[in-house]
């Protein structure tokens, strides 16, 4: 079965900066990947899809990157905020509709 | 426009009791999903509906669980008898029947079973 991996610990880093969250992914590649932001006490909320076909995919100051040879997304925040402080997941197409979630990260940003 | 509705969002019973979550979708979508969230597994799916026929089921723990779609605005996900290993978070989310779409999650029930 799709083993999905994220870092677990916390990410730090400070207002301004880049962050770059990592999705690993073991099994067959995806027809698509999704990332998800996720605060206290709310549901997650769509972020970014980005399809087998597509290297590369830009929102903002959002960038996700997908490589099936590394079997590797990454999810790069730009200019961050303290106001991006989230859990941050990724998901994985597991048939017609279906999503598997990665654990997600979470991301601190401070001033 | 109003997103996925759930209630309660809080819930505190006893062991054995049963307990019923329900869940009213965006309007318009064509899938509903149940999800499970701990802090050791995650966000996990129990069940999705599509057009209110339920499609995999294969996440459900045990036959305890059950859920329901009588309507394409409503959905309830019953325990019976709850025990304290339920305590989780439960999500409902929905989405367009267009493949691939993203799913709006509502802000969930936190369930704590005594």
């Known amino acids: ?111 | 426009d109003a997103g996925v509705i759930q209630s309660p969002r809080h819930e505190v019973t006893e062991m054995g009791q049963e307990v019923t979550l329900r869940c009213k979708p965006i309007s318009g979508h064509d899938y509903l999903f149940w999800y499970r969230q701990t802090m050791m597994r995650g966000l996990e799916l129990l069940i999705y509906f599509n057009n209110n026929v339920p499609i995999d089921d294969s996440g459900m723990p045990e036959d305890r669980f059950s859920a329901k779609m009588p309507n394409a605005s409503f959905s309830t996900l019953k325990i019976q008898p709850s025990e304290p290993r339920d305590s989780a978070v439960y999500f409902c989310a929905s989405s367009r029947d267009d493949g691939n779409q993203p799913q709006h999650f509502g802000d969930g029930t936190r369930l704590s079973i005594l």
């Open chain 1, 1 to 111: 079965s799709q083993k999905i991996e994220q870092n677990s610990e916390a990410l730090n880093i400070q207002e301004g900066k880049t962050a770059t969250l990592t999705c690993n992914y073991t099994n067959y590649s995806p027809a698509y990947l999704q990332w998800y932001r996720q605060d206290p006490g709310r549901g997650p909320v769509f972020l970014l899809l980005i399809r087998e076909n597509e290297k590369e995919k830009r929102k903002e100051r959002l960038k996700v990157t997908f490589d099936t040879t590394l079997k590797q997304s990454l999810f790069h925040i730009t200019a961050s905020q303290p106001a991006d402080s989230a859990t941050y997941l990724c998901a994985l197409s597991g048939g017609y509709n279906k999503l598997i979630f990665g654990a997600g990260t979470r991301l601190a940003v401070h001033p």
